[in-house]
């Protein structure tokens, strides 16, 4: 079945720091990928999408770029804030045929610190 | 527009006892997905339904039931309460049945059962 690895956390950084959290995935198909960003006590949040090899999601200073290669779509940012704070997930849904099920990863939690 | 909203936001059961959930999703959205979400499993599908009808199902057992009403909005409920079943509950909207669409989370409820 489907499944989605990330890196273990809790990844901890200094306010500007570069932001690289790993995510690699298994799938029968060809998946789209998300990352979701979770604040404490609240619901998940849409952070990019890409939905075919080669795309690449950007949102908020943040860039993912789908490889089929390599079955990856690492999470990157040039500069991360204090605000940045907050659990990383990677996830994936089939285009066809598995509604909008998604798969997540474990979550990589993110902490920046001044 | 107002985002997906889930009643009650905190609940706390009896091991045994039943629950009831419920999910509002934006408005114009027709399917609506649950996910349960706790420290040793992370997060995990539930079910899908678009339409009235249920689309999509995890891996769960028969305690955990779903349905959707001709408004769109949701409820799961679960029956004889475990104490493993203690979590955090998200329901996402989207507009279609496919994957590779964008999902919008509500805040969850967090059920605790003693």
């Known amino acids: 079945g489907d499944s989605v690895t990330q890196m273990e956390g809790p990844v901890t950084l200094s306010e500007e720091a570069f932001l690289t959290i790993n995510c690699t995935y298994t799938?029968?198909?060809?998946?789209?990928l998300f990352w979701y960003v979770q604040y404490p006590g609240e619901g998940l949040q849409l952070l990019l999408k890409?939905?075919?090899?080669?795309d690449k999601g950007s949102n908020k200073g943040f860039e993912a770029t789908y490889r089929k290669e390599t079955t990856s779509f690492h999470l990157e940012k040039g500069s991360v804030q204090v605000s940045d704070s907050a659990v990383y997930f990677c996830?994936?849904?089939?285009?066809?045929?598995?509604?909008?099920?998604?798969?997540f990863g474990t979550g990589t939690q993110l902490k920046v610190e001044l | 527009k107002a985002g997906v909203t889930q009643t009650p936001r905190y609940l706390i059961k009896t091991r045994g006892q039943q629950v009831t959930l419920s999910c509002s999703p934006i408005?114009?959205?027709?399917?609506v997905s649950w996910y349960q979400q706790t420290p040793g499993q992370g997060l995990q599908f539930l079910f899908e339904?678009?339409?009235?009808?249920?689309?999509n199902k995890g891996n769960f057992p028969g305690r955990f039931s779903g349905r959707q009403f001709s408004n769109s909005r949701s409820e799961m409920n679960v029956s004889t309460l475990e104490l493993g079943d203690s979590a955090l509950y998200l329901c996402?909207?989207?507009?279609?049945?496919?994957?590779?669409?964008?999902?919008?989370f509500g805040p969850g409820t967090r059920l605790t059962v003693t």
């Open positions: 996402a909207s989207s507009t279609r049945l496919a994957g590779g669409h964008e999902q919008y």
């Open positions: 799938a029968t198909g060809y998946p789209s």
């Open positions: 890409a939905t075919k090899a080669d």
């Open positions: 996830a994936l849904s089939e285009t066809e045929g598995g509604g909008n099920k998604l798969t």
């Open positions: 408005s114009g959205h027709r399917s």
């Open positions: 339904y678009f339409s009235e009808t249920q689309r």
